[in-house]
């Protein structure tokens, strides 16, 4: 019931900065929380960065102070500002939302995981 869609990725040299959007769409009652993930092949796809519906977030260690997460809850779409970036931060990354959606006719709601399809990041040396 919820579709993300991704863009921004790309190739940028060490140090250089690139700019993620994640715009979600479908049908939901809330997106709660908001965040982007990365993977590198044979390696689990690790957090990089989340941020609630109030606007709390955090980031991974590796990524504090270089990387800024922002969402617009109007438009439903999360943004990942990346600076002095590093070859060690090669990966496709992954949008994803936690969503409140409406189950059957009684007003319940349950909250489910979805992913955007991937974008790579790749830094060069």
């Known amino acids: 019931q919820v579709q993300l869609v991704e863009s921004g990725g790309g190739l940028v040299q060490a140090g250089g900065s690139l700019k993620l959007s994640c715009v979600a769409s479908g049908r939901f009652f809330s997106i709660n929380v908001m965040g982007w993930y990365r993977q590198v092949p044979g390696k689990q796809r690790e957090l990089v960065s989340g941020i609630t519906s109030s606007g709390s977030t955090n980031y991974a260690d590796s990524v504090k102070g270089r990387f800024t997460i922002s969402r617009d809850n109007a438009k439903n779409t999360v943004y990942l500002q990346m600076n002095s970036l590093k070859p060690e931060d090669t990966a496709v990354y992954y949008c994803?939302?936690?969503?409140?959606?409406?189950?059957?006719?009684?007003?319940?709601?349950?909250?489910?995981?979805?992913w955007g399809q991937g974008t790579q990041i790749t830094v060069s040396s």
């Open positions: 994803n939302a936690r969503a409140s959606i409406p189950v059957g006719t009684g007003g319940a709601l349950y909250e489910y995981n979805y």
